[in-house]
Each structure stands twice: as C-alpha cells, then as structure tokens.
C-alpha cells in the first residue's frame, strides 16, 4: 500500500514557479508526529536535504534554496507542500517527500528548469 505521493513537478523556464505538494493517505494522525523533510537527487548525484518542517513549525532549508522555496504542512489533511519560486537550471532533480520519524519515502516527482 502507497503510503506518500508527490505531485506537482514539470518543466518550467528559469526564473519560474513550482508548488509540489505531498500527501500522506496511508499515516493518518502519525503524520502529525514526525517532522517532514523535501529532498532532491540531480542526474547522476546523491540525494540532499532541500527543507524541513518540523512538527513543531520551525522550517530549516539548505543553503541553495534559501530565500527561493518555503515548506509549509497541513496536519488535518496530511499533507506538505514545498513552494519554489524564481527557480534555476541547478534545481532540476527528482523531489522526494520523506517522514523523518516516521522513516517514509515517497516515490519521487521530477522538475526540470531550463535556461
């Protein structure tokens, strides 16, 4: 059973905008227990953190995105977003939702962004 979904990738012209949005239908009322992390994996690299809502709200992003993409969670329907704004050629990779108690992956959505 599908425990996470991502959705909301494409392609986009630099400088674009992107909302990916994760939805957990298979946690319940866990999801509100565990802090929820946005991750990326570019063509032929590792995967890195890319933000972090905690359970408690606090945000954490990498040093890239800062100022760019904002997470943000809704635990009444289990889900987290991850806005990107004025987004570059760099942020193309395949995003991942993770539960990070809960230890979840979701199965990945792609952004391409061209120059």
């Known amino acids: 059973q599908v425990q996470l979904v991502e959705s909301g990738g494409g392609w986009v012209q630099a400088g674009g905008s992107l909302k990916l949005s994760c939805t957990a239908p298979?946690?319940?009322?866990?999801?509100?227990?565990?802090?929820v992390g946005w991750y990326r994996q570019p063509p032929g690299k590792g995967r890195d953190m890319v933000a972090i809502?905690?359970?408690?709200?606090?945000?954490i992003y990498a040093e890239p995105v800062k100022g760019r993409f904002t997470i943000f969670r809704d635990n009444d329907k289990n889900t987290a977003t991850l806005q990107m704004n004025r987004l570059k050629p760099e942020d193309t990779a395949v995003y991942y939702c993770?539960?990070?108690?809960?230890?979840?992956w979701g199965q990945g959505t792609q952004v391409t962004v061209s120059a």
């Open positions: 993770y539960l990070l108690h809960l230890r979840v």
């Open positions: 298979g946690v319940g009322s866990e999801f509100a227990t565990t802090d």
């Open positions: 809502i905690q359970r408690d709200n606090n945000e």
